[in-house]
């Protein structure tokens, strides 16, 4: 946001943070900026003396006067250059540092706002304290210095004479840290944060940045007395992944927890791979009985290689498989005949896209019973419905036996947004992603 980036300059460039209207829309640029930044200005009774000179920048018009009842604003080094204003061109705006100060703390999560008084030619002043936790109290300062010795002075000050240890000192931006300032405030575990990179425009209100939440994961982790040190959450928000012989789950930023490797589990994994995708169920069926080839395959690879089962008891779940080549034979066997439908999908050969699916129901059958998951599909009968019954029997099992009781919500989610029939599909929110890559074991 350029606008606001040019406002936090420049209220480390002015420190009577006042000016007349024309040259605060100067430096605020229109849009969002501008809209925000008006919230914050108050009208002053003393008529402005200096203006924006729009032919040269860096030579303000001064020396109001009036003639003929218009305003006039004049270069004092360039006769010829001048400029008519309205009435209200001349009123001074001063930066409202209470409005300002309301404003961060609303837009900065768990900041509430400092009822202390302000004076607004102060350079430092505390806007309010971060709680991390009920009854804990983290100051939060705003330092406005025009230059580093300034802040280096203002920075000192809090950093010696506070009485408890940890703080946190914003600054507009980065203009004026310095090496020295900023390993000062990590020995005194004081955390250093430029507001140009945690707030940010929204309408005609601040709204903090992702970047807000990551100052304050590294601020936890400095053994402040009082608050607490939570591990940084590196996981994803949403996870349906493999990890051992059972399924890594986690819905919404919740606590992951672990599925058994159930044959439903295996066909919910291959819908969220494919959102919004609408997949005939023996696709699904088969996708899922491959990835379980891959994933025993996998599995059995690592304890050859020296990976002992027992640092992850799940890997115990597979069973004991005694015909590996055969497990890799149905593998290619159901890849090729995957292959072969959509060939006969595309040739519109419906008798050859239905014996492709009683060859595919019988491979995936021989895959689960190899690998000791159940599920079996039955050769008898309407093959198309036996498979759609046996995927929304398997989904539906997963989700009330084990999803539902540990994750009401994740259940919930689940039973709204797969739809069923031959032809089955998941569609999520907007913005909804999930991570289904396999944890690998390092």
């Known amino acids: 946001m350029p606008g606001m980036v040019r406002f936090w300059e420049w209220l480390e460039s002015r420190p009577d943070r006042t000016a007349a209207l024309d040259e605060w829309q100067q430096v605020l640029g229109g849009g969002e900026s501008i809209s925000v930044a008006q919230r914050f200005l108050q009208p002053l009774e003393t008529p402005s003396t200096a203006y924006p000179n729009s032919r040269r920048r860096g030579f303000p018009l001064n020396n109001a006067c009036q003639r003929d009842g218009d305003i006039l604003a004049r270069d004092e080094t360039d006769d010829q250059t001048g400029s008519s204003l309205l009435d209200g061109g001349v009123v001074q705006y001063r930066l409202c540092l209470n409005k300002l100060r309301k404003s961060i703390c609303s837009a900065l999560s768990r900041v509430c706002v400092s009822q202390e008084e302000i004076d607004q030619n102060a350079c ?11 009854s804990i109290l983290i100051p939060v300062h705003l330092l406005m210095c025009t230059s580093t010795d300034e802040l280096k002075v203002e920075v000192y000050e809090q950093i010696i004479f506070r009485k408890r240890p940890g703080a946190i000192l914003l600054t507009p931006t980065r203009m004026h840290w310095r090496e020295k300032i900023i390993d000062a405030v990590r020995l005194y575990n004081t955390l250093l944060v430029p507001l140009c990179e945690v707030v940010e425009a929204d309408g005609d209100t601040l709204r903090q940045t992702p970047v807000w939440e990551e100052y304050l994961d590294g601020f936890v982790l400095m053994d402040i007395p009082g608050v607490p040190q939570k591990p940084i959450d590196r996981l994803p928000e949403n996870i349906f992944r493999r990890n051992g012989g059972g399924w890594q789950v986690r819905f919404c930023k919740q606590e992951p927890f ?11 994994h291959v819908l969220l791979s494919s959102p919004c995708e609408s997949m005939p169920a023996i696709d699904i069926v088969s996708k899922a009985a491959i990835d379980c080839c891959d994933h025993a395959v996998r599995t059995h690879d690592a304890i050859d290689a020296g990976l002992e089962s027992a640092t992850n008891p799940l890997l115990e779940t597979l069973g004991h498989i ?10 290619r066997q159901a890849t090729e ?9 595309r040739d519109h050969d419906n008798v050859t896209e239905l014996q492709i699916e009683n060859d595919l129901a019988m491979i995936t059958g021989l895959i689960n019973e190899a690998i000791g998951i159940g599920g079996r599909l039955k ?3 309407n093959k198309r419905k036996n498979i759609s019954d ?13 999803i539902r009781e540990t994750d009401p919500a994740l259940a919930q989610h689940l039973d709204e947004s797969i739809l069923f029939g031959y032809t089955p599909r998941y569609i999520p929110k907007p913005g909804l992603t999930w991570d289904i890559d396999p944890v690998r074991n390092e």
């Open 390 to 402: 046996g995927f929304r029997n398997n989904v539906k099992r997963v989700i009330n036996r084990q």
């Open 337 to 345: 005949l995957l292959a072969d439908m959509e060939r006969a999908r």
């Open 124 to 134: 430092s002043i505390q806007i309010g304290n971060w709680e991390p936790k009920k």
């Open 322 to 331: 005694s015909d590996w080549e055969a497990i890799k034979a149905y593998r």
């Open 379 to 381: 050769q008898a009968g």
């Open 258 to 268: 672990t599925i058994l490797p159930w044959l439903g589990a295996s066909y919910i």
